[in-house]
């Protein structure tokens, strides 16, 4: 891909990274996400808040929970603004890897820098919840859904 760009004189950016990244999550090749985020590194292209969650997205998707939480690792080193979006990406990856405390680490995380949960947060931390096993902490976070006033749909309740 790269070299198919450096021939058609076609700059390696951020823009044209970012969408090469949402394409390989869209043809289920996270490997190649991951590859093209170092190249990114290697080439000086700044990563963006787009770069990171279609990254996550990618990784999470196809079963490399570790490399999404590698790449949200990357958010501090990169000084990247971190989003709800940013964090349910990866809490999302963390429930499909069955990383039922990573994604409560998250989560614990995003109430310590004063981010607000939403639907999709609080659904995916109870699955990761559930598919470990771990009613109680499920039944909490639905109790704090409610304190919080996070609206629950279908999905959560699943």
């Known amino acids: 891909l790269l070299a198919a760009m450096g021939s058609e004189s ?13 394409a390989c999550d869209k043809g289920s ?3 190649t ?3 093209l985020l170092c190249v990114m590194g290697e080439c000086n292209v700044d990563s963006n808040t787009s770069t990171v969650n279609a990254s996550i997205s990618a990784c999470g998707s196809w079963g490399g929970w570790q490399k999404a939480i590698s790449v949200f690792n ?3 080193r990169d000084k990247v603004e971190s989003q709800t979006i940013t964090f349910n990406a990866t809490i999302n990856a963390c429930e499909k890897g069955g990383k039922w405390e990573k994604a409560l680490q998250l ?4 109430a310590h820098c004063s981010m607000r ?6 659904s995916s931390a109870i699955s ?8 109680e902490q499920a039944l909490q976070l639905l109790s704090m859904m409610a304190q919080s006033d996070v609206t629950s749909n279908t999905i959560t309740f699943n």
């Open 128 to 135: 990761a919840c559930e598919k470990g096993g771990k009613w």
């Open 33 to 35: 996400c991951a590859q």
């Open 10 to 22: 076609v700059e390696a950016n951020t823009i044209t990274l970012n969408d090469a990244i949402s």
């Open 74 to 76: 990357l958010i501090a």
């Open 107 to 110: 989560l614990s995380l995003m």
């Open 117 to 122: 949960f939403n639907t999709i947060t609080c």
């Open 29 to 31: 090749k996270w490997e």
